[in-house]
């Protein structure tokens, strides 16, 4: 069972318990990490499409065959604001999923340590046990559910 240590104190987890949970975060690791190369990845792609010129601006194939002009400019405004506002929601998104995404990547990873040094599934409020349906549930638990509804509730 790998180098890492299970000791007692892990909350009374027996060790096929711990494998699970173990297992589970680590597979959450792995995808938090994919999460955020994805972020990273349609971020860079994102900021080198806006260095191209939009489907608007060129000039409109059949200009002054047929008499029709260019758009009006007015509307080349338009169609740039839009654009402009549509890719600051998208960053705004971006950035909202990736700081959420390395957040839990963080508890994800100390959930890891606390199970390597045998502090697993002990609440960091009150020390007693977190039940095995609450780490089950979120195996990143640092607070048993008392302790994290009295958390919650406080200003």
Known sequence: MNDQVVRNDDAGLSAGVLAALRENLEDQRRFR????????E???SR???EHRPARNERPHPRAGLDGRAQRDR???TL???DRAAHS????EVSVKLAASARMVLADVEAALERMAHGQYGSCHRC????SLDRLTIVPQARYCARCHRVRETRP
């Open 74 to 76: 007015g509307d080349d």
């Open 47 to 49: 900021h080198e499409g």
């Open 127 to 130: 020390t007693g046990p977190i």
């Open 42 to 44: 349609a971020a860079q």
């Open 88 to 91: 600051a929601s998208v960053t």
């Open 33 to 40: 990490r994919e999460q955020l190369q994805q972020i990273a």
């Open 79 to 81: 169609d740039a604001r």
